[in-house]
């Protein structure tokens, strides 16, 4: 059996199949792709993975987006899809980059090849196992029943919730991220930094994935203040934040100095961002 497959045995797989949002047929028939960047996850993977495809969801297809991680996540990504897609219909993709060129660029890559594969729906989320998978068929089901553009993970939101682990340093530069955005651009979103979103296939093409500038974390404002410029109905749904088990946070002072700048950038551009330049 492919380790991709789950079985009866394996507590990750029941953990996603039975605790996930049960969707009516039509909904969960849907063409969900998901978007996974990894650089130097080579013990996450495998595991996300499983709980990816472990989801109710039939149609799940799943983009691995790997920098040229010196642990051979690639490697890794490349063995393990094909042994999923040797069985059946292919739902493990791994796309290259020769190296690292920001998160913010490797979702821009990996969403203009769901979108150019005929994905519906998009999802963006982290491979270090902080976003659970458990929540993509709510996040989905939200989004069809409301018209929405897009739904956030939301640790902010009503019941959302952190990862005991943070310390209050942790809590208070998260937290004040999020008013300094709020303050410069307006967005009436509880999360602005979450990274934890899926899409709807028209909103992602308003949005004009292309001229999207930001290459570091604040990638996520910016797509957040795209989507409100361009009318996308934004809602948040709560999760619980929980840290990585594996590996070390990839966040470089270069990127700090990126998601500082950004949302005057933005505000000062509003014009050319609205228009997709």
Known sequence: MSPLEPS?????ARTAQSDAMPLPEEWSAKRVSVVLPTYNELDNLPIILEELLSLPLPNLK???????????TGELADKLAGERNAHGPERVVVIHRPGKEGLGRAYVD????????????????????SHDPKHIPEMLGTLLSTGAGVVIGSRYTVSGSLDASWGPHRKLLSAWANFYVHLILGLHVRDVTAGYKLWRRDALIK????SVRSSGYSFQVEMNYRALLQGCKILEV?????????????????????????????RMRRGQVQSGR
Not at 8 to 12: A, C, F, K, R, T
Not at 62 to 72: K, L, Q
Not at 110 to 129: F, K, N, P, T, W
Request: glycine share 8%.
């Open 8 to 12: 009866s045995g394996s507590p990750l």
């Open 62 to 72: 799943i983009f691995v987006i790997d920098d040229n991680s010196p642990d051979g």
């Open 110 to 129: 990996g969403m203009s090849r769901a979108l150019e594969d005929g994905a519906e729906y998009i999802v963006q989320m982290d491979s270090d196992m």
């Open 207 to 210: 949005i004009d994935l292309p």
């Open 238 to 266: 709560p999760i619980h934040f929980t840290e990585r088990q594996h590996g070390k946070s990839k966040m470089a002072l270069s990127t700090q100095l990126e998601s500082a700048f950004v949302p005057i950038r933005l």
